[in-house]
């Protein structure tokens, strides 16, 4: 419901919309490294949708288009978009604790769609030159693909086996190119799932960081393979010495009890 926002929901939600318009300008300008500030959007209006609701969550998002779009121009707005939407959807439903698998499907194709529409308007907006731009890449990529097997295959002894799938493959490539929308459908899903996984991980953690009940992830197979990965980085950290160093604790800690959280609730249910 529309209401007037209190002083301090007015104060944080402002603060976190100008940390992601930061964050939204580093992706833009800096030349290595700055998709990984794009991953920290999300987890930031998580945040403020679990402190002071859904309503300052989305009234945050609005301030930081309106920035982003006065700084950045136009073609941020579709990104920081994406990012604020993403980090909403995750407050809201990490609030009434559902279950991390259906969330990242949900995500997923939620990505999907909204990475595809924005092919497509692009396409309305730009035209015919467009699908040829992509095309064009989809043919360069697949040629790139074939010149590198025609290389490898008879080096491995696989020559004869390659030179029987050429025919197929080729087929199939042209097939992709006759129908490239379907090929970008299918891309952009493989693309949004590990990086759905990795907002989603990032948000958690950041999340239980500060206190809040949330469900943890990963779990099962995958927690045991992140505990190993994570033990061996210690051990690694703390043989080069990082350990005497305040934030290296710290963050040692934090990943200390949040396992142990982990193992609480994997006894309770």
Not at 16 to 28: N, T, W, Y
Not at 137 to 154: C, E, H, I, K, M
Not at 225 to 254: H, N, S
Request: aromatic share 12%.
């Amino acid at each position: 419901m529309l209401r007037k926002l209190s002083a301090i929901e007015l104060a944080e939600g402002a603060l976190l919309a100008d940390i992601a318009v930061v964050f939204q300008l580093l992706v833009k300008f800096l030349p290595m490294g700055g998709g990984f500030f794009a991953l920290l959007v999300p987890p930031l209006f998580t945040i403020l949708v679990l402190r002071r609701g859904f309503y300052a969550g989305v009234m945050s998002v609005c301030v930081a288009l309106f920035i982003v779009g006065v700084t950045s121009g136009l073609g941020s707005l579709v990104l920081m978009l994406m990012e604020a939407g993403a980090g909403i959807f995750l407050g809201i439903t990490m609030k009434y604790r559902l279950h991390y698998i259906p969330l990242i499907v949900l995500g997923t194709i939620g990505g999907t769609i909204a990475v595809v529409a924005q092919t497509l308007l692009s396409v309305l907006l730009i035209g015919q030159g467009y699908i040829d731009i992509l095309v064009q890449s989809f043919r360069l990529t697949f040629q790139g693909v074939f010149s590198l097997l025609n290389f490898v295959a008879p080096q491995i002894g696989l020559g004869t086996w390659w030179q029987h799938t050429y025919p197929g493959a080729q087929h199939l490539a042209d097939q992709a190119l006759t129908n490239w929308f379907l090929v970008l459908c299918i891309l952009d899903l493989l693309f949004m799932w590990p990086v759905v996984i990795i907002i989603y991980y990032i948000t958690t953690f950041l999340v239980r960081l500060l206190g809040y009940d949330v469900l943890p992830f990963p779990t099962g197979w995958l927690n045991r393979l992140l505990r190993w990965t994570t033990r061996l980085l210690i051990f690694i950290a703390l043989k080069i010495g990082l350990g005497r160093f305040w934030p290296t604790r710290t963050l040692i800690k934090e990943i200390r009890r949040q396992y142990m959280g982990l193992g609480r609730q994997k006894t309770i249910l």
